[in-house]
């Protein structure tokens, strides 16, 4: 019995232990650009290559035809699935359990799910790295079972970084977008909101004016 409680005291000391030297590693706040063409150029990326293990569950074809993608494009990604199917991993369950042991995540609310939202997702995409014998790993998620898809442990020069990066931030972009595919819409009925009720203050403000001015 006290050498299970021994044991149990000593995994929980390598959790946090773990879990600090985690927490330790600061975030990359490089500005993730939210223009449309970084968008749909990392719903490309993310489609065409990040697909081939992830699903973005929440996400339809046709929430891809209103972001702007090309409909010929479109078409190409959802083959024989109906316009409104939503956009599922091409790998199955029982596949992707026996390349990695895990079901790789959903990806439509990873932005959302973790702390420091779009830095993470791009830390993380940058974050790979390779030792003396090629393994490689990421320092922001160590143990991680994702394969470096961007190449960035084995980028060296800086050019090959920086492009890289703008691959990193655009995927980024997209996967911000995924997260909440309505959040511009909102903007911008939020501007009309606040706009409606300034005007309405001022209508208001000018009737107890007039009503006032009655009473004296």
């Known amino acids: 019995m006290k050498k299970q409680i021994m044991l149990t005291l000593a995994l929980l000391t390598l959790s946090f232990s773990a879990y600090a030297s985690n927490a330790e590693v600061k975030l990359d706040h490089e500005k993730i650009p939210t223009d449309s063409a970084s968008i749909l150029r990392g719903a490309e990326l993310v489609v065409d290559t990040c697909r081939g293990c992830h699903g973005l ?74 030792n003396s014998k090629g393994e490689t790993d990421n320092k922001y998620y160590p143990g991680t079972r994702m394969p470096d898809m961007l190449g960035s442990a084995a980028a060296t020069h800086p050019k090959q970084r920086a492009e890289i990066s703008t691959k990193a931030k655009e995927i980024t972009a997209f996967l911000n977008w995924a997260a909440d595919p309505h959040a511009e819409d909102r903007k911008q009925l939020g501007k009309y909101v606040i706009a409606y009720l300034l005007l309405l203050t001022v209508l208001l403000y000018f009737w107890k004016v007039q009503i006032w001015s009655k009473l004296k």
């Not at 209103?66 to 990604?77: F, I, M, R, S």
């Not at 990873?110 to 940058?126: E, P």
Request: proline share 7%.
């Open 57 to 130: 569950k929440y996400i339809k074809y046709t929430d891809m035809l209103e972001l702007g993608v090309d409909p010929k494009t479109v078409d190409e990604w959802r083959k024989d699935k109906p316009v409104n199917a939503r956009i599922t991993t091409n790998m199955t369950p029982e596949a992707a359990t026996a390349a990695y042991g895990v079901v790789p995540p959903d990806l439509s609310l990873m932005t959302s799910a973790r702390d420091g939202g779009v830095h993470y997702m791009y830390s993380y995409l940058m974050g790979y790295t390779a």
